[in-house]
Each structure stands twice: as C-alpha cells, then as structure tokens.
C-alpha cells in the first residue's frame, strides 16, 4: 500500500499559527506626538470641508476689504499683501505636514497589506488541511464500501 500524505490536524494548525494581530491599533500605537499631529492634519486639511473653509474665508477677507465700509476694512487694497503672506506661510507649513502625514498613512497601508498576505497564506494553509482531511475521509468510505462488498 502507497504510503499516504498525512494532514495536519487542528492542534497542530493551531500550534504553529501566527497570532493575529490588528496592525491598524499597531501602528497608531507606534506614532509619536509630532507623528499623530501630522496625521490628523493630513486627514482634515485633506478634505472637501477644509478647502470650502478657506475658499470661504479668503472670499470674506476680500470681499470686506473691497467693499466693506472703508473705515471698517482691516486689510484695504493694496495690502492683501498681508492675506498673500499669510496664505504662503500656510502653504510652507502645509506642505510638509502633508507629506510627513502621507508618508506615515503609506507605512499603514504597507504593514496592512503584509498583514493580509499572511493571514492568506494562514487561510490556504487552513483550506488545504482541510481538504487533506476531506480526500482522506473520501478513500476511507470508499475502503468500507469495498469492503462492504467484498463481505456480501
């Protein structure tokens, strides 16, 4: 008789599995201060609500010191100078908070990615002892129902 692949059983699955962790609480774990603050900012500033604030406020701003009341504008013509300063420096610190922000969520996205190819190579491993265990059960009904036979 051939000599037949043995699968593994559960105990032995269970035995020599990774534990599975959440690399997402890993990663926010990992971050210092600085690095959460980046983040943060990169999530708001990044998005639609962000942009109509500033559209908003920039709309104001020159509104006002166009038509606003002259004694009452704060930043009349030609000073948007200020505004424009003040729009750069937003710029110059944006930029690189974004960047540091977008370089952290791209260091997630590769520890998740990792993270489900393993537990894809765990979930094969699972399936195919299972299906070990399934052909293995499949020959032993077939070698009672021969024998079955053979008695009759």
Known sequence: MEKRYTPKTLEELKKTAAPIHNVNIEQIEKLGKLERTAVF???KVGTMGFFLIILFWTSVWLIWNTLGPESLRFDPFPAFVLWLFIS???QLFLSPLIMVGQNLQSRHAEARAENDYNVNVKSE???EAI???LENQNDLILQILENQKKKK
């Open 88 to 90: 750069n420096m937003i």
């Open 131 to 133: 299906l070990q265990h």
């Open 125 to 127: 491993q699972e399936v």
């Open 41 to 43: 900012v990169t999530e």
